[in-house]
């Protein structure tokens, strides 16, 4: 099913399709190691991956490039205060970004650029631009972008430019949104500060000519689609576009699409407001990375998603309601035969699904589509009305639903066993929400045994016993169900 996903330069949905008529050649923009990524980040990384997802479950495959921006103003000063070369200080952002959409289960893309390993062809980019005359060198030897080489600055964001003042230069990395100017590609060194030979001097790029570089590398001068979060729309991807399209005379992406941020109890995310959380916080807290993960991508990217604990624990629920079902599907012993309404709801929440998505990755409709399903379902099964070959259809629906949302097949014990061994190690296990510290100390084998001794102790009508070891895997964040087939034991 084609995608027709909103397109921020023609302001309206279009198809997306590879130009090239075998891969789709996205490029997104990659985080800024300078710290450990927050939720507002994953959110923008995730519904990328909720598109990529899709492509690929609709039959199309990706060629997905996405850069790390291991240099820039945040970085270098962070690193400088820190005491350590700038290697040095991403090195563990690296490694904790990587581990995080791990968690999260975001897939890697197919090429990761960083920005250090292609310091050449930014400056091949900015010597081609200084020789169309877009580009110029000032007393200090930094370079800058001639914004009036490109007329069509402010295409993307549709930003009135008539005031725009001619040569007026910005040279920080990210600028207020009314100060259309010149800007740097290209910065010489200050004292002290990380900098690189090459022909057009000493120095390092600026944060806007890493993209177009990187992307025209691997992608071609000319590629489908160009990602990222809305704060990236002006001034970034506007440079991006003015930079690349001056130095190739063609367009540069086809089809933008951006992700509208993340809120806090609908207030932006800041340190200072206290509102502000990474993911590792919230893992810390006993949250499962498969409710994040869901959380974040229940809201269709084009809404602002307002993020609460209630929301978390709505995903957790959610999952909850997923897995026992398909328990219940594969662990059920049910009928020969059909039933004609299943088959029917069945192939109808499939095609709603996709079609859900299809719509502008409409995540809340493809979600809608599926748990409607499974409440049917588990109404037929209740009235045995339900049978083998109704299990086979079922069972296919939910296996593309987890292919693009993942968060039916269970995998969190190890992203928060990863998240408790980092704030062990980290000196942060006061962070730690006490009962996730008590639930680790207990094995499956150890929660097994307790729950069989449970049953014993039942059995033989000892309920005090049994009353205490309920008691104590509660304490320790271990549920149990009593049903007719036994009891079943889930970790809170
Ligand atoms: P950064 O590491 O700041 O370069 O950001 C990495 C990605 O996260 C970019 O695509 C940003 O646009 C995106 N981003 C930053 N803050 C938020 C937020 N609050 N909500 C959604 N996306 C965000
Ligand atoms: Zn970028």
Redesign the pocket.
Known sequence: MTLRLYNTLTGQLDALEPADGTALRMY??????YDY??I??F???LEIDVLRRFLRLSGVPVRHVMNI?DVDDKIIRNASAAGVPIGEYTKQFVDAFFEDLDALRVETPETIARATEHIPQMAALIEKLAQAGAAYKTEDGSWYFRLKAFPAYGKLSKKDLSGMEDGARVDVDEYEKDSARDFALWKAPKAGETAWDSPIGSGRPGWHIECSAMAMEYLGQSFDLHC?????MFPHHENEIAQSETATGVQFARHWMH?????VDGR??SKSEGNFYTLRDLLLKGFKASAIRLALIAVPYRHP?NFTFDSLTDATKAIDRLRTFKTRLTAGDFDAGESPAMQEAAKKAHADFLAGLANDLNTADAMAAIFELVRAANTAIDQRQFFTRDRDAILPVLRDFDAVFDVVDDRDAEATRRALDWATASGRIGDVAPELIAAQSLTDDRIEALVAERTAAKKARNFARSDAIRTELAEKGVILEDSRDGVRWKRK
Do not use: I, S, W
Request: with cysteine; charged share 20%; net charge positive.
């Open positions: 997104a923009c990659g985080p800024t190691v990524g927050h507002g980040n959110r923008t990384f921006t990222g979060g809305e704060d990236l992700v509208r941020f993340l809120l932006k995310m998603l």
